[in-house]
Nanobody, 115 residues
Framework: QVLLVESGGGLVQAGGSLRLSCAAS????????MGWYRQAPGKQRELVAA???????NYADSVKGRFTISRDNAKNTVYLQMNSLKPEDTAVYYC?????????WGQGTQGTVSS
């Protein structure tokens, strides 16, 4: 079992920045990759960015060049640095840990970008 605790959401003006954190605990050895998803009202949850154990990353086209995913292995924490935020980035952001046989989710953190 893996427990994910997110933090760092909030309200920011367009063009501003937010940094999300996701601390993992439990069966860390079972995690293949970690990522951030988001879900806006009335829309499906979508992948924003992901990072594998080997450090490979991938991003949604809509956030490339603006968002950066990184990790601190010593702290079992993954970060999402979000710059040049737009109102359309407003969503609940969820941390995900992909295991070999299970997926784990955080509780979600709200990120709101005002125009």
């Amino acid at each position: 079992q893996v427990l994910l605790v997110e933090s760092g959401g909030g309200l920011v003006q367009a063009g501003g920045s937010l940094r999300l954190s996701c601390a993992a605990s439990g069966s860390i050895f079972s995690i293949k990759a970690m990522g951030w998803y988001r879900q806006a009202p009335g829309k499906q949850r979508e992948l924003v960015a992901a990072i594998t154990r080997a450090g490979s990353t991938n991003y949604a086209d809509s956030v490339k060049g603006r968002f950066t995913i990184s990790r601190d292995n010593a702290k079992n924490t993954v970060y999402l640095q979000m710059n040049s935020l737009k109102p359309e980035d407003t969503a609940v952001y969820y941390c995900n840990a992909a295991g070999w046989s299970d997926d784990y989710w955080g509780q979600g953190t709200q990120g709101t970008v005002s125009s």
